[in-house]
């Protein structure tokens, strides 16, 4: 069974910083991708960023984000140890959210950035940034 544990999050003066961490287990796809939504008070979840792992090596570790962040997060995370680490810097109070772990478990040539994309979740973990 496929489980994703996050952890990071908290509390945070706009500016500052931030890093969440996830890890996946119980699973042995050698194509798939990581990433991270998250989902705002009253509003949908939304994609935020995410790394693609492949058996294809130029495309092993490959990135992409939602605009709003790019600059801010830097998405990262080891392979071997099916774990992504989500860092946050200028953070802002438009941040604030319940941000969610998820993995898809194949690849595409098309980056994968809609909820139906990815087959497992975590539980979510808050992050509130004040003003």
């Known amino acids: 069974q496929v489980q994703l544990m996050e952890s990071g999050g908290g509390l945070v003066q706009a500016g500052g910083s931030l890093r969440l961490s996830c890890a996946a287990s119980?699973?042995?796809?050698?194509?798939?991708?990581m990433g991270w939504f998250r989902r705002a008070p009253g509003k949908d979840r939304e994609f935020v960023a995410a790394?693609?792992?492949?058996?294809?090596?130029?495309?092993?570790?490959?990135?992409y984000y939602e605009d709003s962040v790019k600059g801010r997060f830097t998405i990262s995370g080891d392979n071997a140890k099916s774990t992504v680490i989500l860092e946050m810097n200028s953070l802002k109070p438009e941040d604030t959210a319940v941000y969610y772990c998820?993995?898809?478990?194949?690849?595409?040539?098309?980056?994968?950035?809609?909820?139906?994309?990815?087959?497992?979740w975590g539980q979510g973990t808050q992050v509130t940034v004040n003003s």
């Open positions: 998820a993995l898809k478990s194949e690849t595409s040539w098309v980056d994968a950035r809609s909820e139906g994309d990815f087959n497992y």
């Open positions: 790394i693609t792992w492949s058996s294809i090596s130029w495309r092993s570790g490959t990135t």
């Open positions: 119980g699973h042995t796809f050698s194509n798939y991708v």
